[in-house]
């Protein structure tokens, strides 16, 4: 199938970070712009703000940080060898991450993270706040949306600060151990995810809280896991549901060397549930469909299997089995791409949401990089160092599989290692989605024959072999095509294509006379409509069961969670249920 997407949405374009610099290219041109952060020496880092107003550059002596609209200086930071790099979400302040050492230039203690004002003047020398982070694990700090908070995770609390002043801790939030901290976007009421881990054999637990009800009793949701190395949470755009993602590094069970990986639900209202997948083997990825309470789960071996979740855990859509392991929305979230890449091909197959329509399925080998475009239209891949020393190139296409731009490096010693579009400051309208070729469109795209200049514009001349020179041959028809008895007088009968055609024609006239008869009885619907009650009830049955299991742990002395209690409270509306069908 064809399709043809038309967008003429300019943008500010991206950047490219590699052995030769840091370079700004200009889209749809693709051509270099002069930039003042533009280096041809080496960087060891950039970041772009959430709204690509600023870029942070540092050259290994010292971070820079631009205003990209102005094409001016900022404020540079006197810090060498800073390897990381990220604004707050309002640009109000820059934090610096290096790896921490401890050397002649770096005594022991010496804070590795730093947060810098952007307004701290044209040169900076010391940092707004600063703290040691030994691991590289959750050393930035997580503002919410309106920098009303800022937390940052220490070995048995979590500090939290206000209003950016960092001179006093507002809050604490302590328990024998944090693994982690999550904020879900929003504003007010804020609300904390707290992670802590396995602690001498107990069970590692995530509880989630309102922001300043930090008493173990206050929690608005708690899950506990057994076994588990790694947690990590990603929320939905309102914020209001979450998923945690629990591994452990080794899978007992010795089925597979990914280990283990269970996923659950939870949220502001105090649901906590196991997600249910059909399918054994890891999760390799799970995303929230953009401005919707529903996400999507790569899951099982290979090839894996694509679901789409409500925010009720149910599954609403099978996506199909395929070798993918990424699960990547455009910004607008209309477009959908489930990609392989990694020590897969780089199978890329792209779906229209809420249809589910399948847009192009294709391939980009030796994929390192992906990211989408602000207009959501068309993406970037590229094929980036230290994953791969060789051939590197980014590619530019949309999402019907058309390149529309590439570059390759011209010998292996030049290295790209870092692609970047320049973020926009609103989120850009709807791209429109492909739609299916016309005939027009598909006659205009297939190559023509070669006609010379003097010949354009008027009727096709004849082929050679085709042009009357004052006879016919026998059996060469008017169009200059042989056929067998052609030249003997039968001239007029069909050919064994139209033959087959015209049977095909009257076996769907057939099927389509025998369907009309076959329309259901009354007394067929009515036999569907009784399956359809006792299914219900059986279904209702078992609810009832469940239900009974549940008290015998009670009466053992077993504590159940809040939703086991809530289910059981359903027993009287079951039973009524039930009854009510049965009449």
């Known amino acids: 199938q064809h399709y043809f997407i038309q967008s003429n949405l300019r943008m500010a374009g991206f950047i490219v970070r590699g052995s030769q610099g840091v370079k700004k290219y200009s889209y749809p041109g693709c051509e270099v712009v002069p930039s003042v952060f533009e280096t041809e020496k080496r960087c060891s ?19 820079t940080i631009y205003d990209v609209n102005q094409n001016t200086v900022v404020t540079t930071l006197a810090r060498a060898r800073t390897m990381q790099m990220v604004f707050s979400p309002k640009n109000t302040h820059v934090v610096t991450w290096r790896q921490y050492e ?17 307004d701290g003047g044209e040169k900076q020398d010391k940092a707004t706040y600063s703290f040691v ?64 881990p396995s ?33 990590s949470m990603k929320f939905s755009a309102s914020g209001k549901n979450g998923i945690i993602k629990a591994a452990s590094d080794v899978d007992k069970s010795g089925t597979t060397y990914y280990g283990q990986m269970l996923l659950y639900f939870i949220s502001t209202r105090g649901d906590s549930n196991q997600v249910t997948l059909n399918k054994k083997g890891p999760v390799y990825s799970v995303e929230w469909v953009p401005a919707k309470e529903e996400f999507i789960v790569l899951y099982g071996f290979m090839p894996c299997r694509a679901t789409l979740f409500n925010a009720k855990c149910d599954p609403i859509h099978e996506f199909g089995d395929a070798h993918y392991n990424e699960i990547l ?109 016309t005939s027009k469109e598909l006659a205009a795209a297939k190559p023509q024959a070669y006609r010379p200049p003097g010949n354009r514009g008027g009727p096709a001349a004849a082929p050679r072999n085709l042009i009357d020179h004052g006879g016919s041959l026998p059996g060469v028809n008017h169009q200059g095509v042989y056929k067998p008895g052609a030249g003997s ?31 259901p009885t009354m007394q067929d619907l009515q036999t569907t409509i009784v399956d359809e009650r006792e299914k219900k009830i059986r279904n209702l049955r078992k609810k009832l069961s469940q239900i009974e299991k549940l008290k015998d742990q009670i009466a053992q002395g077993k504590t159940l969670e809040k939703n086991q209690m809530d289910k059981i409270a359903t027993e009287n509306d079951l039973i009524a249920e039930i009854k009510k069908l049965e009449l």
């Open 199 to 231: 602690i001498k054999g107990a069970h590692a637990y995530v509880q989630f809280y309102q922001y300043g009800a930090f008493e173990k009793t206050a929690a608005i949701a708690h899950r506990s896991f057994m076994q588990v190395d790694t947690v």
């Open 45 to 63: 880092g950039v970041a772009m703000s959430h709204d690509g107003a600023y870029i942070a550059v540092c050259n290994g002596a010292e971070t």
């Open 102 to 118: 401890v050397s002649e230039e770096f005594p022991e203690n010496t804070p590795n993270v730093e947060i810098w004002r952007l």
């Open 329 to 437: 929305f455009n910004p607008q979230g209309n477009m959908v791409g489930l990609c392989g890449f990694g020590n897969l091909r780089g199978k890329m197959k792209f779906f229209e949401m809420g249809s589910y329509k399948v847009l192009s399925e294709f391939q980009a080998s030796d994929t390192t990089h992906f990211e989408w475009a602000p207009s959501g239209d068309i993406f970037m891949t590229g094929t980036l160092a230290p994953r791969l020393r060789t051939e590197n190139e980014y590619k530019i296409w949309d999402v019907t599989g058309k390149v529309l731009n590439s570059y390759r490096v011209p010998s292996d010693e030049i290295q790209l290692w870092q692609l970047k579009w320049i973020n926009s400051a609103t989120l850009l309208p709807l791209p429109p989605v492909p739609r299916p070729a």
């Open 489 to 519: 007088g039968n001239t007029n009968q069909p050919s064994k294509a139209a033959l087959r055609n015209q049977k095909k024609r009257e076996n769907r006239a057939k099927a389509a006379e025998e369907s009309k008869a076959a329309e």
């Open 133 to 196: 982070k030994r691991g590289a694990s959750q050393w930035e700090p997580i503002w919410t949306d309106d920098e009303f908070i800022c937390a940052r995770v220490c070995n048995a609390e979590i500090q939290f600060f206000e209003n950016n002043d960092f001179s006093t801790v507002a809050k604490r939030l302590q328990r024998e151990k944090v693994g982690g901290c999550f904020i879900p976007p929003g504003c007010s009421p804020y609300h904390v995810a707290l992670y802590v």
